[in-house]
């Protein structure tokens, strides 16, 4: 099929009673442009703290009953050593927005985990002057994730106190200037949304470019502003992420942890709609539910049988983990 991505064309596109067709060519693209690999990444919460006040997010600065938590560099080459022996490639480091993990210190755990492991590091620890995270890059980063979460100017300013969107998309660009293949991605449901606002998100992927896109629904957390809000669609999330692998066929498009938390069936059906990419928790168990984005029943942390799992998983969809 040929598809009008325009905003408007995507706005008719995600309001369709069948999307299937588009589905199906979001997959052939998929299968065309990335194969029928799936990479699996590790993630590890190396930080809760977080110096924001984002209003969806469980780990906002003005939340007082959160223990707090923050992981030594020691233990964070521990974990990366443990899922490099596991065969994991790459390692996801992601934070709150933590002031103590300045650039000189996550540079140091940056060209530490590259030494010892070879790993690709993606990391995802908020926003920084483009001075700092020209450092990183120098210590081995080779990609950074930062979401915008929602690209319309009034949604973001009522959803992050004291930011806006243009800064954010700065950052963005910034890391596409310094060589990171850079990640960005949005929440799906969030209130007030639109799918005006959705195509819009989507066309900022395409704008930057993206080089990987985390697109998940909207979960509401108790201990924030916006509790009573209703989650997003699994749907749309679905449809959103099939539409992103025709903006950017070459894209790396997770299937969400977000998704997962909703049911597995429907994290296992994303790969039918374009998502390529899959990131297993390896935070310890000391911290892992402390990393509280929103309200998550997690397993216990095993990094190697959990790695085994998700690759008997993978086989059985029909795909080849990597």
């Not at 990609?143 to 930011?163: M, V």
Request: hydrophobic residues 40%; glycine residues 8%.
């Amino acid at each position: 099929m040929t598809a009008d991505l325009s905003r408007e064309g995507l706005e008719r596109l995600l309001a369709l009673e069948d999307f299937s067709p588009v589905a199906a060519a979001a997959d052939r693209v998929r299968r065309e442009a990335v194969g029928d690999t799936v990479h699996l990444r590790a993630l590890l919460e190396l930080s809760n703290h977080c110096r924001r006040r984002c209003a969806y997010c469980g780990l906002r600065a003005d939340r007082r009953d959160l223990p707090r938590y923050r992981m030594a560099p020691e233990e964070i080459l521990a974990a990366a050593r443990e899922a490099c022996a596991a065969g994991y490639r790459t390692l996801v480091l992601q934070s709150g927005e933590d002031p103590w993990y300045t650039a000189a210190r996550l540079g140091e755990v940056v060209a530490a985990v590259k030494g010892e492991t070879g790993m690709a590091v993606t990391l995802s620890c908020g926003e920084m002057g483009e001075a700092d995270y020209a450092h990183l890059r120098s210590c081995g980063a080779d990609r950074y994730l930062l979401k915008h979460e929602t690209a319309d100017d009034d949604l973001y300013r009522a959803f992050h106190p004291g930011s806006s969107i243009q800064e954010r998309v700065g950052c963005l660009r910034a890391l596409a200037r310094l060589g990171y293949e850079v990640g960005s991605g949005f929440m799906v449901g969030l209130p007030g949304q639109t799918l005006s606002v959705l195509a819009q998100d989507l066309l900022l992927l395409k704008d930057i470019p993206c080089q990987m896109a985390g697109i998940g629904p909207f979960l509401p957390h108790p201990a924030t502003p916006l509790a009573a809000a209703a989650p997003g669609s699994g749907e749309l999330t679905r449809r959103c992420v099939a539409l992103a692998r025709l903006l950017l066929p070459q894209s790396n498009l997770p299937a969400t942890t977000a998704l997962g938390v909703r049911t597995r069936g429907e994290r296992n059906d994303v790969f039918s709609y374009g998502a390529n990419v899959v990131m297993l928790k390896i935070t310890p168990n000391a911290y892992k539910q402390l990393y509280d984005i929103y309200p998550a029943a997690l397993p216990r942390t095993d990094i190697a049988a959990q790695r085994r799992a998700l690759e008997e998983q993978i086989r059985a969809l029909g795909r080849v983990p990597l």
